[in-house]
Nanobody, 128 residues
Framework: QVQLVESGGGLVQAGASLTVSCAAS????????MGWFRQAPGKEREFVTA????????NYADSVKGRFTISRDYAKSTLYLQMNNLKPEDTAVYYC?????????????????????WGQGTQVTVSS
C-alpha cells in the first residue's frame, strides 16, 4: 500500500511561481514511476507531467512544457512539481500518482489508468 499526501497549493498571481509536493509512504519510493495530473472546474482530469522509474526520463504536456518541472527527492520520499510563469488556465486541483507494478525502467506513463495510487489533491489558483 502506498500513501500520497500533496501539499503546497495556494493562491498566486499570474506570472508567479509555486512548488507543490507529494510525500509518499508505505513502500520503496525508488521503485515507482510517478506523475502529476490536474483537474480544473468542470473539466476532466488531465495529464501534466511524468517521471520514469529510472528517474532519468520525463514527459510534459504541451501546455506546461518549459514552465513546469517534475523532480523527486529519494531521501525525503517526495515528488515535486515546480511551476513557473503560472497562468490563470493552470488553476486546478493537482494530483500526484504512483505506478508501483509492471514497470518499464525508462518509460513515462501519461494515462490515468496507468497509475494505481493517487493522492487527495492540492488546489492551485492563479489570479489574473
Amino acid at each position: 500500500q502506498v500513501q500520497l499526501v500533496e501539499s503546497g497549493g495556494g493562491l498566486v498571481q499570474a506570472g508567479a511561481s509555486l512548488t507543490v509536493s507529494c510525500a509518499a509512504s508505505g513502500r520503496t519510493f525508488s521503485s515507482y514511476a510517478m506523475g502529476w495530473f490536474r483537474q480544473a472546474p468542470g473539466k476532466e482530469r488531465e495529464f501534466v507531467t511524468a517521471l520514469s522509474w529510472s528517474g532519468s526520463r520525463t514527459n510534459y504536456a504541451d501546455s506546461v512544457k518549459g514552465r513546469f518541472t517534475i523532480s523527486r527527492d529519494y531521501a525525503k520520499s517526495t515528488l515535486y512539481l515546480q511551476m513557473n510563469n503560472l497562468k490563470p488556465e493552470d488553476t486546478a486541483v493537482y494530483y500526484c500518482a504512483v505506478r508501483s507494478t509492471n514497470l518499464e525502467y525508462y518509460r513515462t506513463y501519461i494515462n490515468e489508468g496507468d497509475y494505481n495510487y493517487w493522492g487527495q489533491g492540492t488546489q492551485v489558483t492563479v489570479s489574473s
